[in-house]
């Protein structure tokens, strides 16, 4: 096994440099703020595979409509040097939202990133597909917290749990039937907040939890790329973009799949029914070549 240690100004740069050293198979094992940035901790369960070091060449800039999202610079080039769904498809990771029947899927995010509506659209979908999910809330400090999501799963003819420690929640799941899909609507976290992290990171193993990261789009690319890093480093691997029907500017949402969470489904709209939509890479390369117009979402 191959251990390194690595230190950075930031998240991302720590998790581009543990690719670049490790690769994609890398294990996170620990990480922490330090004096200056942040320290993680990574290992490789194998062989390093021989490296091939290849002369760099200028990329070609960037097209106008792909330049206007504010995409990483890393990324923009990769993406600039071929058909735009290729590119994605090699920069990025896709794979389809698990549905909460081998492990629960647990919601995790900021504060007013969407988490609540999420589950919901994901508990509806189920619904009429004949499955009935257990619901639970794990945010018993909010105001108003589990009131919103209370009143979905009374229209879904659903029971809503509360579980705000990860005993009570290990509980709570344990009723559930055999087979069951089982969604769980997190508090918001900082995941730069080691208390919080390690909050999330104790409810998430005591139900041995999927975690998927729920993010606005229209964030900062920097800032998207920081806080789906740390989310990674907590164990996420999957990310939910919300608010794609009122987006204009994705490069918050790519800049957050850059640093590691594969990408399947996307909100697109407030429906519960209807507001969830499949993100592959040629649908969303028609979003970001898409025409940029003031009156609508694109």
């Not at 005993?167 to 039937?177: K, S």
């Amino acid at each position: 096994m191959r251990l390194r240690l690595f230190q950075a100004a930031g998240m991302a740069e720590a998790m581009a440099a543990v690719r670049a050293e490790l690769g994609p198979d890398a294990v996170i094992l620990d990480s922490r703020r330090v004096k200056g940035g942040v320290e993680v901790t990574a290992a490789l369960d194998r062989a390093a595979e021989p490296v091939v070091v290849v002369a760099p060449v200028a990329p070609p800039p960037p097209s106008p409509s792909l330049a206007r999202h504010n995409l990483p610079a890393a990324l923009a080039a990769r993406l600039a040097a071929g058909p735009l769904a290729e590119g994605l498809a090699a920069a990025l990771r896709f794979a389809p939202l698990p549905d909460g029947r081998a492990r629960p899927l647990m919601l995790v995010g900021p504060p007013g990133a969407g988490k609540t509506l999420s589950c919901a659209k994901l508990a509806t979908r189920l619904v009429l597909g004949g499955a009935a999910p257990l619901v639970a809330s794990t945010d018993g400090l909010r105001a108003g917290a589990t009131e919103q999501l209370a009143a979905f799963t009374r229209l879904l003819g659903l029971p809503l749990a509360v579980a705000t420690e990860p005993e009570m929640l290990a509980r709570t799941l344990a009723r559930r039937a055999a087979g069951q899909p089982v969604l769980v609507d997190s508090a918001g976290c900082d995941p730069f907040d080691a208390v919080q992290a390690a909050w999330l990171r104790a409810m998430a193993l005591a139900i041995g939890a999927e975690m998927v990261v729920v993010m606005p789009a229209g964030l900062d690319p920097a800032e998207a790329a920081e806080t789906a890093a740390a989310f990674l480093a907590l164990g996420a691997r999957h990310l939910l973009p919300t608010r794609l029907d009122g987006a204009r500017r994705l490069g918050g949402v790519l800049a957050a799949a850059a640093a590691g969470l594969a990408l399947g489904e996307a909100g697109t709209g407030p429906g519960v029914a209807d507001g969830l939509s499949s993100v592959d890479p040629a649908w969303l390369a028609q979003r970001l070549a898409g025409p940029f117009r003031m009156d609508s979402a694109a």
